[in-house]
Antibody, heavy 118, light 111 residues
């Protein structure tokens, strides 16, 4: 069955970097768009970044563009989110999700918590 | 990347129906039939309950239904049950050059 397992979250100071990983099983990531969705404490959901199935087309929310990079390793069946120049407002739970049909995702990871301290 | 608009809260008694609106623009909700709805309970990952405006994933009760008219999509929960108490988020595709957008969420309370 499909499983997504995020890792790499933690506590980091403002301006530092973190790399999140999303290990997928039960399907091949090169056949699907893959999302990172984030949720600040007590706030709503936000599409942070997506890498589409061709591996070339990527989109980012304005607040992370130029600081975050989404990538994938097909041989490892893993999606990454490299987060640089982190800010306190990047604090939250980061979920990995598989795209079913243009931003509909029936498969989600358990989430990994990122805390950026000032 | 403008967010969609949802009412902050909605409520109903068990057995009643509740409808949640999701208003966007012709560049997102009105322009494509790619509106999805998610249910999220506290501390849990979101759960897809409607996709492509009105399709239900396997296992989602038919008490949940979706529709769209112009730039506004709607989620209706019929026959409310205590377990339906959660936050509900809509989201829409916004074109091939843009990231999708979420609404701010609607908290549904079962009275």
């Amino acid at each position: 069955q499909v499983e997504l397992v995020e890792s790499g979250g933690g506590v980091v100071q403002t301006g530092k970097s973190l790399r999140l990983s999303c290990a997928a099983s039960g399907f091949t990531i090169s056949n699907y768009g893959m999302h990172w969705v984030r949720q600040a404490p007590g706030k709503g959901l936000e599409w942070a970044a997506v890498i589409w199935s061709n591996g070339i087309k990527k989109h980012y929310v304005d607040s992370v563009r130029g600081r975050f990079i989404i990538s994938r390793d097909v041989s490892e069946n893993t999606v990454y989110l490299q987060m640089n120049s982190l800010r306190p407002e990047d604090t939250g739970v980061y979920y990995c999700a598989r795209d079913l049909s243009y931003y509909s995702s029936s498969d989600w990871g358990q989430g990994t918590l990122v805390t950026v301290s000032s | 990347q403008s967010a969609l608009t949802q009412p902050p809260s909605a409520s109903g008694s068990p057995g009643q129906s509740v409808a949640i609106s999701c208003t966007g623009t012709s560049s997102d909700v009105g322009g494509y039939n790619y509106v999805s709805w998610y249910q999220q309970r506290p501390g849990k990952a979101p759960k897809l309950i409607i996709y492509d405006v009105n399709k239900r994933p396997s296992g989602v009760p038919d008490r949940f239904s979706g529709s769209k008219s112009g730039n506004t999509a709607s989620l209706t929960v019929s026959g409310l049950q205590a377990e339906d108490e959660a936050d509900y988020y809509c989201t829409s595709y916004a074109g091939s050059d843009n990231l999708g957008v979420f609404g701010p969420g609607t908290k549904v309370t079962v009275l």
